[in-house]
């Protein structure tokens, strides 16, 4: 691709760099995955941007590659844990305390590492503020299945964080 | 004192205060607010595209070890075509050898061009979830069977050159001796047949093991991401 569409590439990219932020937070507990994930989602989304061609909002797009990129990217060692539990979430290494974040929030990034990839994904369409037929489509799932769903993993993620004494 | 009293008391109301710990609130609009309003935190962005690391993704990462290995099994199928032709010096093995080479050629070219067309693919992540999953999905465990089929390929070649080799040898004690069996030929059938058949097994045992287990894994972990979006 040519220069022109590099340089409206990472234009937009700038423009919607939160979202990049937001996703790699809720998939990797890490610094160094953080990192990768960023570079990776980068990367796919350069590769994709040929198909871009403007129908829907770039952010719509973005969600999309975006979140399959994270969906499917499984680390080897897998630091993550692979089923939910309700003790506590591991705490992020190598990182240093970020005092401009809420504390609600670091205990909800925290939180959403216990879950699945797909819950995961809902809750993040959900925070974005996507309606239920619009995380359907994201998903390639129906409306109803979305609802259902997303009810559940909010429900999950209520448990979890009721453990950090919370109260929902 | 006595226990009458003792209950009276009991019952009574105790006004001293009991501390009861306070759980903070917290929901999901107030969240919702504060994560309008986050501070994104750091994203490394380059200047330019080529300063991009290489793709890291673990599917390209299996592409890269597909096709390390396929290289690796041509090599070994010319090995063993040359040293056919270095070790044989009967034309009528050259002949045999040149036309079962062709026809392993000719089916091998065609699994490598499937294998090297998935190597080359670009995996489109702007389908809705659950399509680009699916795609994945199919194409990771359709080529793990044709890379499967390939080396068992591989093998059937190197059972014909067992072969070669086994009937030249057969042939010259023959022809030495004016017998066509004897303890030698026994002897000679245990030491091709027996290792042949030992190795045969264990490249099927190893290259069902070792597709299912670097490949597999990684099917295995879609496919599970997938029932997450069935319908409930």
């Not at chain 1, 037929?133 to 009721?162: D, P, Y």
């Not at chain 2, 969240?31 to 490394?44: A, M, T």
């Not at chain 2, 330019?48 to 070994?76: T, V, W």
């Amino acid at each position: 691709m040519n220069a022109v569409a590099e340089k409206q590439f990472l234009t937009y990219i700038h423009q919607h760099k939160g979202i990049i932020s937001k996703i790699v937070r809720m998939y990797t507990d890490n610094v160094e995955d953080r990192e990768d994930l960023q570079q990776e989602i980068i990367i796919q989304l350069w590769k994709s941007f040929g198909h871009y061609k403007g129908e829907s909002q770039f952010s719509t797009w973005m969600y999309r590659v975006a979140i399959n990129t994270a969906i499917t990217f499984f680390k080897k060692d897998q630091r993550r844990p692979s089923s939910t539990t309700y003790e506590a979430a591991p705490e992020p290494k190598h990182e240093e305390y970020d005092g401009r974040q809420d504390k609600q929030l670091a205990i909800f990034y925290k939180c959403v590492q216990l879950l699945k990839p797909v819950e995961k994904a809902l809750l993040f369409y959900f925070m974005e503020g996507l309606s239920h037929r619009e995380i359907g489509q994201q998903l390639g799932i129906s409306e109803g299945n979305a609802r259902v769903k997303l009810n559940r993993s909010k429900e999950k993620l209520q448990e979890i964080i009721k453990t950090h004494g919370y109260e929902f | 004192m006595n226990f009458d009293d003792l209950e009276t008391k009991w019952d009574e109301k105790v006004d001293e205060p009991v501390y009861v710990p306070q759980k903070k609130a917290m929901n999901f609009d107030d969240l919702k607010i504060k994560w309008e309003e986050e501070d994104h935190g750091p994203v490394y962005i380059p200047q330019k595209i080529a300063h991009l690391k290489e793709a890291q993704h673990p599917l390209d990462k299996l592409k890269q070890n597909m096709k390390m290995e396929i290289y690796f099994q041509l090599l070994c199928l010319s090995l063993v075509f040359f040293a056919i032709l270095v070790h044989e010096e009967d034309e009528f093995l050259h002949v045999v050898c040149f036309f079962a080479t062709a026809v392993v050629a000719i089916i091998s070219a065609f699994y490598l061009s499937k294998l090297y067309k998935f190597y080359k693919s670009v995996h489109v992540y702007t389908l809705d979830t659950k399509d680009s999953l699916q795609e994945l999905y199919y194409n990771l465990r359709l080529n793990m069977e044709r890379y499967k089929s390939f080396t068992f390929l591989a093998m059937s070649f190197f059972i014909m050159h067992q072969g070669i080799m086994l009937y030249s040898k057969l042939e010259l004690v023959a022809v030495t001796t004016g017998q066509y069996w004897d303890n030698n030929f026994s002897l000679l059938l245990l030491k091709y047949i027996l290792p042949m058949t030992i190795s045969i097994l264990l490249v099927i045992v190893l290259t069902n093991w070792w597709v299912n287990f670097f490949y597999g894994k990684y099917a295995k972990q879609i496919k599970s991401i997938l029932d997450e979006l069935k319908e409930t």
